[in-house]
Nanobody, 127 residues
Framework: QVQLVESGGGLVQAGGSLRLSCAAS????????MGWFRQAPGKEREFVAA????????YYADSMKGRFTISRDNAKYTMYLQMNSLKPEDTAVYYC????????????????????WGQGTQVTVSS
């Protein structure tokens, strides 16, 4: 089992930036990829971005490209999401996830491919 703890959420004005962190512990050797998902009130969970733990291959939802950057620090078993030019529609609870055997972009973007989830961190963007 992998334990994930997110941090870095908060309230920011439109156009501002935030950096989310996700620290992994436990059976970290089993992680093939980690990802960020978000869920706004009344909406379904949405894929944001993912990164392969080995090699660093990244994958983004089209609407996040150019504004969000995913990265990881292997030594710290921590993943980051740098969010710039934030918009009110980015308001959501952001969750990090980790999973084994995630090797394709299709699986990176599928929530069902991940078997460990964090508790979520709230991001609120005011207009």
């Amino acid at each position: 089992q992998v334990q994930l703890v997110e941090s870095g959420g908060g309230l920011v004005q439109a156009g501002g930036s935030l950096r989310l962190s996700c620290a992994a512990s436990g059976r970290t050797f089993s992680i093939y990829a980690m990802g960020w998902f978000r869920q706004a009130p009344g909406k379904e969970r949405e894929f944001v971005a993912a990164i392969a733990w080995s090699g660093g291959n990244t994958y983004y939802a089209d609407s996040m490209k150019g504004r969000f950057t995913i990265s990881r620090d292997n030594a710290k078993y921590t993943m980051y999401l740098q969010m710039n030019s934030l918009k009110p529609e980015d308001t959501a609870v952001y969750y990090c996830a980790a999973g084994p055997h995630i090797t394709t972009h299709r699986s990176m973007g599928a929530g069902g491919a991940y078997d460990s989830w964090g508790q979520g961190t709230q991001v609120t963007v005011s207009s």
